[in-house]
């Protein structure tokens, strides 16, 4: 027998979307993998049957169900953990909330949920949204009171786990976005990781830091978007990912309390993503033949391989596995001793541990004294008894004591009142005393002598609720489907589908629990938003038509119907809630890494995958797909395909109980290109492929032909299109944008390292393009910088200095200006504010907020967008009124009113920006508006008489 084998369970998967996190459940009979659905922006949790992949005789059977519940999300899940009682798991998402689904029970009966067939039962508790851009980190406190959810928007919310959505903190003194959380097993400090930057420890009695850590990051960059960070199970050590040292990739150990860091895990040539220890110790016998307790761990990292560590003292892994990936490891979940791992390629792998390799796990009693030894505590974790398939998956929360009968029903919904008495007469019945009299105790005075049992009220109050149950029995509720047919339904019937639960809920197996009315159905908990930008209704939505865009909204209607079961809850809240999640905020890139040598900057273009599927913007269930590993006639090449996907239309009647409707594809245009496709981006013009051969090839989305296939300086590393204008940027940090539509160059070859700051380890946080070609790119520093075409030259149009804190931020009222938006204001929504320092005087306030916004309305005219032209100017106008700057309003009302000038700027009329600009000055400064508005309006009033001639 091998010491560890590897099993890949092809069943689990996400439509070919990567699986970015995985955890198991505290039962160990089921896991959860969340991320994306294909390669779109719709996110995917699905809950999976542990059995079917341990047991390879079960995954095989087709009795044996492999998946139990499916999540569908108009984002992208980045994290998701189980509860320690297992009742619950939370999504961390894109649309920057944070999704808490509960388990309601087992469905007995057939039947589908949301269009797809589900063995378990979840209800959506809340959906807490206290952030203001992507989640990418949650995780609960060991203890169950707490939950922590990190975001790029700089901070960690702390929730009242009991009570949600209650928040009990807000740590905002972050400087990075929060890349990963790790709560301390002991359940003194909260560790998070910002940026790849700093390690910073939150004590959980305050909430403040009490510790940062930097030196093992200085030379680290921002090459993943996740990083998972994992406590030793004795909380002797931190394991954190991201650390170099010398060029090498680590896995830092950060020992508690000295908060040394010289201790590491070494042998990757990429840089870690993820570490996760087994949830106890292992014995292992060392070479004199005593035994020591130690920790081990798994560490993934974006070489594609893995590694398995056992330390302290550990100077090489016990077991490394290469290339066991196509693409970067994600994320661990540990089942005993079996592994389960995920990447980016949308796989899992299993390794099965044999003892002898790693050891024998200690028991939680034996955790719980040790850590009672060093930290005089147990920690409930390891105080808990083993959990079983049952005790972890309840349909309610009851704080009743444990019962120790051995008849535990199974967790499934009621289907008849008798099963619910029966249930309770023989938890009664365990609990009841003996009907004897207790001899009288000396310290105790009975006014009882009577050898009769005393009447049990409880007893009583059983037969009236039976009596009343049976009465119930014969009612019978009106239940309106979506479709409009009605139908009666016995109210003690199980509920199969996902808009209410079950009429009567299952009393908790081994635990009893007095009597008691059915309890109130729970009523769906949603906060609201913390501010305006955390959803953005108009990404994406620009050239579309108002008859597509009906039938969009109809089709994706019908879709969330069959695919989102939790969401589908025909109520006002919950149609309000689908209206805000339609369109999400558009998702940031992962971080791209730049490294300054020799006065140029180098970057690291994608990896190759075998297949890519890359969603159509604008044009529903449109795909391209392409085929690296495409053969025909005994040679392999690159296949493309444009593909639409659409349902098989099915009469209802053909459609056999527990059948799904089948996904057909049909094909557009095909090409095949002489070399491998790296990075792929399509809107409703055009299909850009960056290629291997340092080509960015360009077709026209309608017919397939071939528009221009563009030579780059070197491999791409980033590509993109956004109505007509495509651009690329590559290895050797040269951006590059084109009008496709009047087929010229807008930006040749410009180099980024012109914007780097060489003193600065930065990172390239995104790239936008306007509909005209002019790149907007924006650094990990705060700094963005725009492309002054007539100038040829690089401009900055905002940075985060030491200024930020002597003027006041932009608010996300003020940018709210008209009701759409563009993608400088868009930016802006998303950046992080500053705070006033305080003491500074007005007018230095007032002299830098007039500089910075002077830079962004000149950034906003060389991107040529209306919405951000308009928004930009106004808000410059009103800061100019607002501060008495006289001749900065004379000089805007001069180059609108200037003669001999376009009629139109950005697409706007200069006469209508001329009439707002003075009635907005007339209503916030009259005087000033008597003096200069007079001779503007003379050449206005000229400029419009001559428009009559045309």
Not at 717 to 743: C, D, M
Not at 828 to 850: F, H, N
Request: charged content about 25%; aromatic content about 6%; some cysteine.
């Amino acid at each position: 027998m091998t010491d560890t084998l590897v099993a890949e369970p092809t069943f689990v998967h996400h439509d070919t979307g990567p699986i970015l996190s995985i955890d198991c459940h505290p039962s160990g009979n089921k896991f959860i993998t969340c991320g994306q659905k294909s390669t779109s922006s719709k996110g995917m949790a699905v809950v999976w049957n542990m059995e079917a992949v341990l047991d390879k005789n079960k995954a095989l059977d087709e009795n044996v169900p492999k998946v139990l519940f499916q999540l569908d999300s108009e984002s992208q899940f980045n994290s998701v953990r189980w509860s320690p009682d297992g009742k619950r798991f939370a999504a961390g998402c894109d649309d920057s909330s944070v999704w808490v689904f509960e388990y309601v029970g087992r469905i007995n009966s057939q039947g589908f949920i949301g269009g797809s067939k589900n063995i378990e039962r979840y209800k959506e508790c809340c959906i807490l949204r206290g952030h203001r851009m992507e989640v990418l980190s949650v995780e609960w406190s060991p203890n169950g009171r707490f939950l922590a959810s990190g975001s790029i928007d700089y901070r960690i919310i702390i929730y009242n786990a009991r009570k949600l959505p209650q928040q009990i903190a807000v740590l905002s003194d972050c400087e990075l976005p929060v890349k990963g959380l790790s709560w301390d097993p002991i359940g003194k400090y909260l560790a998070s990781l910002e940026g790849d930057k700093k390690l910073r420890f939150w004590t959980t009695d305050t909430w403040q830091c009490v510790n940062s850590v930097t030196e093992p990051f200085a030379m680290s960059i921002e090459e993943t978007l996740l990083s998972r960070l994992d406590w030793s199970p004795d909380g002797k050590y931190l394991m954190t990912p991201a650390a170099v040292q010398k060029g090498q990739h680590l896995i830092r150990l950060i020992q508690r309390k000295s908060w040394k860091s010289d201790q590491f895990l070494a042998g990757h040539y990429k840089g870690t993503t993820c570490v996760r220890a087994m949830p106890r110790l292992v014995d292992v016998n060392l070479k004199n033949g005593k035994k020591m307790q130690m920790t081990c761990c798994a560490v993934g990292s974006r070489d594609k391989s893995i590694s398995i560590w056992v330390f302290p003292g550990a100077v090489k892994p016990i077991l490394v596995l290469d290339n066991l990936f196509h693409h970067t490891v994600m994320d661990f979940a540990w089942c005993g001793r079996n592994l389960l791992v995920c990447s980016a390629d949308g796989s899992i792998r299993v390794i099965s541990l044999s003892e002898s390799l790693i050891g024998e796990m200690v028991s939680k009693e034996a955790m719980s004294d040790l850590c009672h030894s060093i930290y005089s505590i147990r920690p409930p974790q390891y105080e808990q008894e083993a959990m079983e398939e049952g005790d972890v998956s309840q349909d309610s929360f009851s704080v009743a004591p444990v019962a120790s009968t051995a008849a535990a029903a199974s967790t499934s919904f009621i289907t008849c009142p008798e099963e619910v008495l029966a249930r309770r007469k023989q938890q009664e019945q365990a609990q009841q005393p003996s009907t004897a009299p207790a001899p009288a105790s000396s310290s105790t005075t009975t006014t009882t002598t009577s050898a009769t049992p005393i009447e049990n009220p409880k007893e009583n109050d059983s037969k009236a609720k039976e009596k009343q149950m049976l009465e119930e029995r014969k009612e019978q509720k009106l239940v309106v489907e979506a479709g409009g047919k009605r139908r009666f339904q016995p109210v003690f019937c199980g509920a199969i589908s996902a808009d209410e639960p079950a009429a009567v809920s299952e009393p908790p197996a081994k635990k009893p629990v007095a009597p008691a009315p059915p309890p109130p159905q729970k009523k769906r908990i949603v906060l609201a938003p913390a501010a305006p930008d955390d959803v953005d209704l108009e990404e994406d939505s620009s050239g579309d038509s108002d008859e597509e865009d009906e039938e969009e909204e109809e089709d994706s209607d019908a879709e969330s119907s069959r695919a989102a079961a939790p969401t589908n809850k025909k109520t006002t809240e919950n149609k309000m809630l689908a209206m805000d999640l339609k369109k999400p905020v558009l998702r940031p890139m992962e971080p791209k890494s730049l490294q300054t040598k020799e006065g140029t900057v180098l970057m690291e273009a994608p990896e190759q995958q075998p297949k890519i599927s890359q969603h159509v913007q604008e044009r529903k269930g449109m795909f391209v797909e392409v085929d690296n590993r495409w053969k025909h006639g005994g040679v392999e090449t690159t296949q493309v395909k444009l593909v639409k996907k659409k349902q098989e239309i099915v009469q209802e009647e053909e459609l056999m109980d527990g059948e799904e409707r089948r996904m057909i594809l049909e094909c557009l245009w095909m090409t095949v290109v002489g070399a491998p496709v790296i990075i792929v981006a399509a809107n409703k013009h055009h299909v850009t492929l960056g290629c291997g051969d340092k080509c960015l090839r360009v077709y026209r989305t309608l017919c397939g032909s071939l528009l221009s296939s563009l030579r780059l300086d070197s491999l791409p590393v980033l590509i993109g299109v956004k109505e007509n204008a495509a651009y690329a940027l590559t290895e050797n940090g040269r951006l590059s944008t084109w009008n496709l539509k009047q087929g010229k160059a807008v930006v040749t070859r410009q180099a980024l390292f012109d914007c780097v700051e060489a003193s600065t380890d930065n990172s390239l946080i995104s790239v936008d393009v306007s509909e005209s070609g002019v790149p907007l790119i924006v650094f990990s520093n705060g700094s963005i910088f725009t492309f002054h075409v007539g100038m040829s030259c690089w401009i900055q149009v905002s940075t985060t200095n030491i200024l930020g804190r002597l003027t006041t931020a932009i608010s996300d009222t003020q940018l709210e200006i008209s009701e759409k938006t563009g993608p400088l204001v868009r930016l802006l929504k998303r950046m992080r504010k500053q705070t006033t320092a305080p003491g500074v005087a007005p007018q230095v306030v007032k002299s830098i907020k007039e500089s910075q916004l002077e830079q962004l309305f000149i950034c906003a005219e060389q991107l040529g967008n209306p919405q951000d032209y308009q928004t930009m100017l106004m808000l410059y106008v009103e800061t100019l009124c607002e501060g008495g700057s006289e001749k900065k309003l004379k000089n805007v009302l001069n180059t609108l009113s200037q003669s001999g000038a376009p009629m139109q700027v950005c697409g706007l009329r200069r006469a209508a920006l001329f009439d707002d600009v003075t009635r907005l000055i007339k209503q916030r400064q009259p005087g000033i508006a008597e003096r200069i508005v007079a001779g503007a309006a003379t050449v206005t009033t000229t400029t419009k008489k001559s428009r009559t001639l045309f």
